[in-house]
């Protein structure tokens, strides 16, 4: 029997990626390091407490967008993030910060398994909406707790990270982001890449070619709860004091999304530069405009959107597809 | 509930793939299948054939695990897979290519294939699934397309690439759903091949199909539906001479031969 397809051409086999797409992802990092050493004159001190805020905003853009490259659009990362740092607040009275810090993580994942399960067969808007009535239930039950346990709709106090030391703290979440995004990076090389980008490209189809759609999801949630846990447990020792409203705000759940969009989704790379630029261009605004920074602030991420449909990452990438980081 | 048995000193011939008994799927008042029983044998080519409504796509959906069948069971290489999910009938051995192809749009044509390649069966490796994707882009036809964007494909490539990322996932079994489809005469006759080639490489197929030249040229064995029931079985040549099979599929002597 003589067959069409055996005449075909052979193909060239690529690597995955090579290890030249790591080199903006080392300079970032290379930049974040030596911040706090260079001369920032008597503004020191302030450029620095931004600087953390960015790798903290950095951080849960980061690990909202490994879940969201398993299909789930979720508007619950503030729950998790909030459990962080409630977490941490409550742990950190009782032990060592850097025992509290993995606990108040680890719990936030587990809560996350949680929701995982609930929403497993809901997608796009309804998804959307059950994770923000999530952080509600979260909200409500935190503020509903005795007083003396997580100091109600007032808030309590959090024990300072570190002994209130600036710079430790920025080399801390420093840490925090770098091992975000060394996870990042080891889902990209793994199935789990390959599982999440077939569920979030078509769920049914994935089953189909025998990924067990429920494992992946479920681990999806854990790792990025998990990971904005850390995230709020440094919010929170680095602000001393934390309420339910605040915490667990839409827009600590929004800002991740939008944050992600705008770097360039399902990359490692393109939350953690859109949340430099951001929160960067957020403070510029903030003390030039003054009054109506956040028209500004929206009129410059809705044109970025429009012209840079995969954000800032879509600059960067030579390649149409694949081999990306 | 009948046993599957078969014979090991049977010709492999001989060994039952797949096995429906008495399958019926209820969706409120309509009985869209209704006590489907029919036997797959190894290297079997297998036509599904009837009018539109006949529910050969439902009957697909029930083998491939997309719906729980209302009554009957179904046996994939002797183990009961009735009640048993997508995912696992895919680890058991059974393939499917879509009718409207799905690729994984944001992917290559080459992750596409990986996929089914490293979830198909447990134990392969990343790089294993690889390799397994480039060799079957290879012989499927598509070596040169390895790394576009399924988006870029033609509709032939693209039921190229459902069919390997199909075979990827290493089926005894493998379901396709009107791939013959959309496709110019040339090109089916190429997909013609493709099927052969699939048959060559020791899978079974079943195949669902409108185009009666096709099933003609393919199938060893034809099932005639109507009416969500089977209404005959046998070779090309027995349901086109069967008078019940000629009123009902197409009306017309004509349109059975067209």
Same mark, same amino acid.
């Given at each position: ?11 060239? #086999? ?55 490259? $398993? ?51 809901? $997608? ?59 996870? $990042?990076?080891?889902? #990209? ?35 990025? $709860? ?100 | ?87 696992? =009938? ?74 390997? =990322?199909? !075979? ?6 493998? !379901? ?17 091949? !493709? ?64």
């Amino acid at each position: 029997m003589s067959r069409a397809m055996e005449t075909s051409r052979t193909v060239t #086999r690529r690597p995955d990626f090579t290890a030249r797409a790591l080199v903006p992802l080392g300079l970032f990092f290379g930049l974040a390091l030596v911040f706090p050493f260079l001369p920032l004159g008597t503004r020191a001190e302030y450029l620095l407490q931004i600087a953390f805020f960015t790798l903290v905003a950095a951080i849960l853009a980061l690990s909202w967008d490994i879940l969201a490259r $398993s299909g789930q659009v979720s508007l619950a990362h503030a729950a998790f993030y909030g459990l962080g740092a409630y977490g941490f607040a409550l742990l950190g009275k009782v032990m060592p910060w850097f025992a509290a810090m993995p606990l108040a993580a680890l719990i936030a994942g587990l809560v996350s398994l949680i929701l995982g399960a609930v929403t497993l067969r809901l $997608s796009g808007m309804y998804f959307a909406i059950a994770t923000l009535a999530f952080t509600e239930v979260v909200r409500t039950i935190i503020q509903n707790l005795p007083e003396s346990v997580a100091g109600g709709a007032n808030g309590l106090l959090v024990p300072a990270l570190l002994g209130g030391n600036a710079r430790a703290q920025y080399f801390l979440a420093f840490g925090v982001l770098l091992f975000t995004a060394l996870v $990042s990076l080891a889902i #990209r090389r793994s199935r789990l890449h390959h599982a999440f980008a077939a569920i979030r490209q078509g769920e049914e189809t994935a089953r189909v070619l025998g990924v067990s759609v429920v494992r992946y999801k479920l681990a999806a949630f854990f790792i990025s $709860s998990f990971l904005a846990a850390l995230g709020g447990v440094l919010f929170a020792g680095k602000t001393f004091f934390i309420n339910p409203l605040e915490t667990f705000s839409l827009a600590n759940s929004i800002a991740p999304l939008t944050t992600s969009i705008f770097g360039g989704l399902y990359t490692t790379l393109g939350p953690m530069l859109g949340a430099t630029v951001l929160r960067v261009a957020e403070e510029l605004l903030h003390n030039s405009v003054k009054n109506g920074y956040l028209v500004v602030y929206g009129l410059v991420l809705m044109l970025t959107i429009l012209w840079l449909p995969r954000g800032l990452m879509g600059l960067l990438r030579r390649g149409k597809h694949g081999g990306e980081l | 509930m009948t046993a599957v048995s078969f014979q090991p000193s049977v010709a492999s011939q001989q060994e039952v793939v797949l096995r429906a008994d008495g399958l019926s799927k209820r969706f409120g008042g309509l009985l869209a299948v209704q006590n489907v029983t029919f036997t797959q044998y190894s290297g079997e080519i297998l036509a599904v054939i009837g009018p539109n409504g006949a529910g050969k796509t439902t009957l697909l959906n029930l083998l491939s695990g997309v719906y729980r069948p209302t009554a009957g069971r179904l046996h994939l290489l002797g183990r009961d897979v009735t009640g048993e999910s997508m995912e696992a =009938r895919c680890h058991a051995g059974l393939g499917r290519a879509f009718q409207i192809v799905r690729p994984f749009p944001e992917m290559t044509v080459h992750e596409n294939v990986t996929v089914g390649a490293l979830f198909g069966k447990a134990g392969v490796s990343l790089p294993e699934a690889r390799e397994r994707a480039y060799d079957l882009l290879e012989r499927t036809g598509l070596a040169a397309h390895a790394e576009k964007a399924a988006h870029e494909l033609t509709l032939l490539q693209d039921k190229r690439l459902e069919v390997a =990322r199909a !075979l990827a996932t290493q089926p005894r079994v493998l !379901l396709l759903d009107e791939v013959m489809a959309g496709l110019r005469p040339a090109e089916a006759q190429e997909a013609v091949q !493709l099927v052969r080639s699939v048959q060559g490489s020791g899978v079974s197929v079943l195949f669902i199909e409108h185009i009666m030249p096709v099933v003609r040229d393919l199938a060893d064995r034809v099932v005639v539906m109507d009416q969500g029931q089977v209404l005959a079985e046998g070779t090309y040549r027995e349901v086109t001479a069967n008078p019940q099979v000629v009123a009902a599929y197409l009306g017309t002597e004509e349109g059975l031969h067209a």
